[in-house]
């Protein structure tokens, strides 16, 4: 199973702070800019009215069934939305690069050291359900929980659940 890291895109852009961070929210499980969306969002209304009402008049104009106006406007309606889309992506550049290669990303260590310096610790792979200790196993993570593990008890500080 291959894994995936995810790290900010690198434009000279750094880790946000102070007043930066004010600019980013926490929508649908992800972290997103405000602006951004707010835009994203101004464009997909615009152009699915423009597809649904525009749509609607040019297929009635044309002369199709009366029964079947309604459905083309709908059609065009999700056809200008995903116009939208290619307009926003076209606007806007990932936030986030994705690696095929999570390791060669650096981002796991990084990550497994920030659970270590949580409340709870790291603990150890033994205090881990089965359930848990195959997930890791089926991610290629065992060896790398057993480096922090191993480490975290050279400093004396291991406590907790995986």
Do not use: K, N
């Amino acid at each position: 199973m291959e894994g995936f890291a995810m790290s900010r895109a690198s434009e000279g852009d750094s880790v946000p702070t102070g007043e930066e961070q004010g600019e980013y929210l926490f929508v649908w499980g992800d972290t997103v800019r405000g602006r951004r969306l707010l835009v994203g969002v101004l464009v997909g209304v615009v152009c699915g009215l423009i597809g649904l009402y525009g749509g609607g008049w040019i297929v009635d104009a044309i002369g199709v069934a009366d029964h079947l106006v309604d459905v083309w406007a709908l059609i065009l309606g999700i056809v200008g939305c995903v116009v939208a889309g290619v307009i926003t992506a076209r606007l806007f550049s990932p936030a986030r690069v994705i690696s095929g290669d999570a390791h060669a990303s650096g981002s796991i260590a990084a990550a497994i050291d920030e659970l270590g310096e949580g409340s709870r610790g790291l603990g150890t792979l033994e205090d881990a359900s089965a359930l848990s200790r195959g997930e890791l196993d089926a991610a290629g993570l065992t060896d790398e929980f057993r480096a922090a593990e191993a480490a975290a008890a050279q400093r004396g500080r291991t406590g907790g659940d995986l």
